[in-house]
């Protein structure tokens, strides 16, 4: 088994074992990026010496017959909107193409104190705004299972990084399906937290109360290592919860008799594809097999989540994007003779097509006279849609349901059409506004491409959702690494 | 006729140590751009988090402002471009500030006046642009970005421009009583605009408003004022409309110009700030900022007047400085005679704090030695002449007054024998000015007096000089 | 709801972009059909309902008054895309 192949757990055992160094096991990853990132391009910047040095860092610790943490030495990606001090944080925009940070975003650092070995920067939609990475300003993001198909966004360099072996924990954000998405769609684990239970000082916001860092891995138990890891209170993000009521020393492999499975009539109706329905139902007899009990529920106000979300995003966005302006950091636009046209050509330049899009929309839905008959009833609607969760949540424990309606479409298939690109995120939207966690995992593959099992959980129950996506895991062993198309070397 | 009301928004930078979503100093006078950090900067990922004590100040405020105070509030963004608003939105609060339906009482040329205030918010300040005409340029400074604001806003109760000095007076007063600002205006620690119209007298509907900014003066508010009620009077005189306008006090041409017009009003988007959660304020918080407050100006003045017959001047001297009206409270309260303290306080103590550039914080003579000095001068152990000429070293060294007194030998004679022998001196070694007395050139008897003094060294009683003079030149005469 | 080309200019102004009447027909077209597709809302009756604007409610997270280290000099000025010696430069501002 080539380094690049092992899983955190087997890379914390094999160098305990002193079987490698930590430097090799960062050497061998920066020469898969260095093999396959001309085809999948995935990352934006590669940080080789800053990486070298930090799992030098960490040999040293070892030599000194230091304890290991888990992440110790662990080669990981970064999604491009966390920022890192000293290192270029683009978000894959003009705006900040030059931006190098003077601090580092909370979850960065707790990876770092852990010992984990940044490997670089990934690649997203400008400023998380879209679900292909197509929105890159830089360029699109390849699906290593077909080269000719999206990897998902807005985290899909991250995303691409740990299905591909370049890396073996990434870090995505997820607004309304961000990580899931990407996840399902490359055939990975990717959680996405509960609301608070992981800092968002120094992620750039896309829209604040939706927002959350949460990981990518291959396996379930990378990624509650990983979690466990990104948690706990920060006193510089006001919404950062304290003491958090998720138990972090209960065994992945309780195993999950007993469970309460709700199945979502609504995640099962028109416009998913056939055989995405059809993977999932198998999971699901799969969860039947493991002693679950699956009953079927209602979430009533589901349709209504991508409305409601397409509000309040941009609504949010469109104010947290005013601070670029060409003012004090970032693009500033040539030949601007007053202060007015100084940040309206720094803007009109620096943002691409859909973030435009997506400030204006914001825009509008707060402008005066309509506030009320688009923000204010968006997050009316947002309360109904909580309520949907916290009823559902009375009667089960988790509820699972298809990640996303398709499996990774063809690129440049939906760029034309907004509304059809919104759509591709259309099982997720709902857990961001109820502020609840979630998680996507590999169930199968249709054609060759993956397929994501989501599972929902009530505020704070990662473990539970960790336990029965392990449980599952466990029992299916699809591989982990895709057989690539398209003349990849699989080296 | 017409008749004016005017409606007043002021901005108080609060006093705290930090800004009010960050660590960064608030100090006056750093170098430019110094005390910023990515959260004052608005770089991308930063994120606010409250300050205590800042809220703590609104709610002072708003208390003392006899307002009432939300139980529950938030924070919201107020949307608008500009290049010294770092995130392109402001972090204010919009409908529920922390304060509201209060009131300001205070007195125009004798008569009380009471003003509406209608709320009290927390918001945080810009930077600050200066402007080259010559090189076309504008240059920012962010250290006052994020320095805590309060804007307090009164409903148009104003009616002329006195008044609103004496508003703008009084809320000054209050506002560094209760040391939450230290508004000043000329530093930009306190900004004032206008919103003023005008009406037919008697007409309960209000006119249209205009807004006027940039005041950058006490005197500026009552010019602009004034210039503003005679240019809409006029207006409205000679068959003219007052537009809805935005206008500017142009101090060096001593008039208003227009800023914007109605059409052009801002859309500022208001919505919640998701950065920052829920404000409660309890009633255990509320009371324990209320304890904090002391008692207001006007409330002390009458009590002064009322309860220790100072004079009505005198009251308003001692009020006027919190720390000196705290001391002279605290003399008081040693039983020294409130009228002897207040007099000592406000001419002689403030000679000498003037004379040293001290504050009153920092003289050595504290309240108990003063009230020494003062049963000294009452008891008539030292001579106020004695007392003056003391001061001054008593304000630098602290020492008791009685043991300086004693130890520097000052307390005065007032042993007959001990001044006689001094009499008797000076009437031997003064014959001509003993021959001119007994001519009956009155005058003499006080340069004979000041003989004595000399030959004492000042310790003589005065009066008792003067009546064994008396007693020694008649009796020669028999 | 059709969003009309002015409209979206309007739109544009206020979140200072500025657009090409190509765009402002694009966005005018996109931003109608999104629109139209939010009017599904207003068949949900939200009369007792109330917003939420947080997910999780969380309050009274203050911190102490205390200062703490800023940025150096150095480190703001070289985020900045102009100075003019320690301020950071822009076109000159017309409004006071």
Aim: net charge negative; hydrophobic share 40%.
């Amino acid at each position: 088994m080539k380094i690049y192949e092992l899983n955190a757990s087997e890379i914390h055992k094999g160098l305990r074992h002193k079987d490698f160094s930590a430097r090799e096991v960062a050497q061998a990853h920066l020469y898969r990026i260095e093999q396959t990132d001309k085809d999948l391009k995935a990352f934006v910047t590669v940080t080789t010496e800053q990486a070298l040095r930090a799992a030098d860092a960490v040999d040293a610790k070892m030599s000194r017959g230091e304890e290991l943490h888990p992440l110790s030495g662990i080669p990981v990606a970064v999604k491009d909107n966390m920022c890192t001090t000293g290192v270029k944080t683009t978000c894959s925009s003009k705006m900040l193409e030059s931006f190098v940070p003077p601090y580092t975003a909370t979850v960065v650092n707790k990876l770092e104190q852990a010992g984990a070995v940044v490997l670089g920067k990934t690649n997203l939609d400008e400023f998380a705004m879209g679900s292909s990475t197509e929105n890159s300003a830089f360029f699109t993001t390849r699906n290593p299972y077909d080269l000719e198909r999206v990897p998902g966004g807005s985290s899909g360099g991250s995303a691409v990084a740990v299905a591909a072996g370049q890396a073996v924990i990434a870090l995505g954000s997820d607004t309304g399906g961000s990580i899931r998405q990407p996840a399902a769609f490359c055939g990975i684990v990717g959680v996405k937290p509960t609301y608070s239970l992981v800092s968002r000082y120094g992620l750039v916001a896309f829209a604040s109360s939706l927002d959350q860092v949460g990981p990518f891995a291959r396996t379930v138990s990378d990624a509650a290592w990983a979690l466990e890891a990104l948690a706990g209170h920060d006193p510089l993000d006001s919404t950062s919860v304290p003491n958090a009521p998720v138990d972090w020393s209960q065994p992945l492999d309780k195993g999950i008799r007993g469970l309460k499975v709700g199945v979502p009539r609504e995640y099962f109706a028109d416009g998913m594809e056939p055989a995405v329905v059809k993977s999932v139902r198998e999971a699901i007899k799969v969860f039947e097999c493991l002693g679950a009990e699956i009953s079927e529920i209602s979430l009533p106000h589901t349709s209504y989540a991508l409305p409601t979300y397409y509000i309040i995003a941009p609504a949010e966005a469109s104010s947290n994007l005013a601070r670029f302006d060409g003012v004090r950091y970032g693009f500033r636009a040539e030949g601007a003779t007053n202060q007015e046209e100084l940040i309206s050509l720094s803007r009109s330049q620096g943002f691409g097509p859909e973030v435009k899009r997506r400030i204006m929309l914001g825009t509008y839905a707060l402008s005066n006279g309509y506030y009320d008959a688009y923000y204010g009833k968006a997050q009316k609607v947002r309360s109904l849609i909580k309520q949907d969760f916290d009823n559902a949540f009375s009667q089960v424990d988790i509820i699972l349901s298809p990640t996303s309606p398709t499996t990774a479409f063809k690129v440049g298939a939906r760029v034309n059409d907004p509304l059809s690109m919104y759509m591709a995120d259309l099982c997720t939207f709902a857990v961001n506004l109820a502020g609840i966690p979630a998680l996507s995992l590999n169930c199968g593959f249709v054609e060759g491409l993956p397929v994501g099992l989501q599972l929902m959980g009530k505020a704070f129950s990662e473990m539970m959702l960790l336990q029965a996506a392990f449980a599952y895991e466990q029992t299916v062993k699809l591989p982990q690494l895709p057989v690539f198309k398209g003349g990849l070397p699989n080296v | 006729m017409y008749e004016t009301a005017i409606g007043m928004e002021v901005h108080l930078e609060l006093c705290t140590r930090s800004k009010v979503f960050c660590g960064c100093s608030t100090n006056y006078g750093g170098a430019p751009n110094s005390q910023a950090c990515p959260v004052c900067l608005g770089l991308p990922g930063s994120l606010p988090v409250l300050n205590k004590r800042a809220v703590e100040f609104a709610i002072k405020a708003s208390l003392a402002l006899n307002c009432e105070v939300a139980p529950e509030t938030k924070f919201d963004r107020k949307n608008y471009f500009y290049p010294d608003l770092v995130k392109g939105y402001q972090i204010s609060q919009y409908d529920k500030p922390i304060g509201r339906n209060g009131y300001i009482e205070f007195e125009v040329e004798g008569v009380t006046r009471r003003v509406g205030i209608r709320r009290v918010h927390l918001e945080e300040d810009t930077g600050k642009s200066f402007h080259d005409v010559a090189a076309e340029r504008t240059y920012l400074d962010f250290n006052r970005s994020g320095v805590p604001l309060i804007e307090i806003v009164t409903e148009p109760d104003i009616r002329s421009s006195a008044e609103a000095k004496s508003y703008l007076e009084a809320l000054r007063e209050i506002m560094e009583y209760i040391e939450v600002s230290d508004c000043r205006i000329e530093e930009g620690s306190m900004r004032c605009e206008a919103n003023i119209s005008i009406r037919p007298t008697g007409s309960s509907d209000y006119g249209i408003l205009n807004e006027i900014k940039n005041i950058g003066s006490l005197r500026g508010v009552q010019r602009a004022l004034e210039y503003e009620i005679k240019r809409q009077t006029e207006l409205v005189s000679s068959g003219g409309i007052v537009l809805r306008q935005t206008r500017r006090w142009n101090e060096s041409e001593l008039k208003t110009e227009v800023m914007r017009t109605k059409e052009e009003a801002h859309d500022y988007r208001y919505f919640p700030e998701p950065d920052l959660v829920q404000l409660v304020i309890d009633n255990s918080w509320l009371n324990k900022c209320r304890s904090e407050i002391p008692e207001l100006p006007r409330a002390r003045r009458e009590r002064y007047v009322r309860e220790l017959g100072i004079t009505p001047y005198d009251a308003e001297e001692l009020v006027a400085d919190r720390a000196l009206a705290q001391y002279f409270e605290g003399v008081a309260r040693l039983g020294t005679e409130p009228k002897l303290a207040a007099n000592w306080l406000l001419s002689d103590l403030r000679r000498e704090l003037n004379q040293a550039s001290l504050a009153i914080e920092q003289v050595k003579l504290r309240e108990a030695g003063f009230s020494e000095l003062m049963v000294l001068v009452s008891s008539g152990a030292i001579g106020s002449k004695t007392a003056k000429d003391i001061l001054g070293e008593l304000v630098h060294s602290g020492v008791s007054p009685a043991a300086y007194v004693k130890e520097k030998g000052l307390a005065q004679l007032s042993d007959t024998s001990e001044i006689e022998k001094f009499v008797e001196q000076a009437i031997a070694d003064s014959p001509k000015i003993v021959a001119d007395y007994r001519v009956g050139k009155e005058r003499a008897l006080t340069a004979l007096v000041g003989v004595v003094m000399k030959l004492s060294r000042g310790k003589a009683k005065p009066e008792l000089v003067n009546d064994l003079l008396t007693q020694k030149l008649n009796k020669g005469r028999l | 709801m059709r969003l009309t080309p002015e409209q979206v200019q309007k739109v544009a102004e206020l979140a200072r972009l500025q657009l090409s009447l190509d765009e402002r027909e694009r966005y005018a077209e996109q931003l109608s059909a999104v629109l139209g597709y939010f009017n599904m809302l207003n068949s949900l009756d939200t009369v007792n309902v109330s917003p939420t604007s947080h997910a999780l409610m969380l309050k009274n997270v203050l911190r102490e008054d205390q200062v703490r280290p800023s940025l150096s000099q150095q480190q703001v000025m070289s985020l900045a895309p102009e100075l003019s010696g320690e301020l950071v430069a822009i076109p000159r501002t017309f409004e006071g």
